[in-house]
């Protein structure tokens, strides 16, 4: 018989959120939609979508920038978790500084590869450039979120820009995608 010894364990559930609140970082219990609630969800959301278009058949140097841009969703939903009223930002939930430099210079990359835009583009075309329409959208709502909690709760500009260059990353991901498989965009047409 074999025996395992657990040094730790943690239980998936702790039922603490079972009468509609949950804790914030810091201590603090908050009704689960509240409006901070609300923002780091539509983040994790935006974090899964990202997780499922890493599957995906896509090059290396793809993968490896949604995984990068996975990790600053996840620092970014720590620290609009934590309740800074009570507790200092710990490092990890700080966005490094030269964050947008970098995403910025991978929607420039993208945007070399792609041909110039002469009309609006619908989503669809590709799988993988439609889930990036997906992310694009979960974005811009990601944004709105954050502008609702702005209201209420100081948030580091620095996320609110690198959110909004999200949606442009994902347009230009796209649209990349879409053309690497040899799908055409479909372009907006005006009905007659």
Known sequence: MVTLNYYWTM???TKTGDKGQTGLIGGTRVNKNDVRIEAYGTVDELNSFIGLLSTYKISKINKDFLHIIQNCLFTIGSSLATDTSKT???QASILKIDIIDTIEKEI???????PSLT???LP???K?????????TISRR???RLFDMKESY??????LVFVNRLSDYFFALSRYFTLEEGVEEIYWKRLD
């Open 11 to 13: 239980k998936l559930y």
């Open 88 to 90: 200092q930002l710990m």
């Open 108 to 114: 420039d990359r993208l945007d070399a590869l792609l």
């Open 119 to 121: 009309s609006f583009i």
């Open 124 to 126: 669809g075309g590709s």
């Open 128 to 136: 993988s450039g439609a889930l990036c329409h997906v992310c694009r």
């Open 142 to 144: 990601v944004e709105r």
């Open 154 to 159: 100081d948030i580091d500009n620095q996320i």
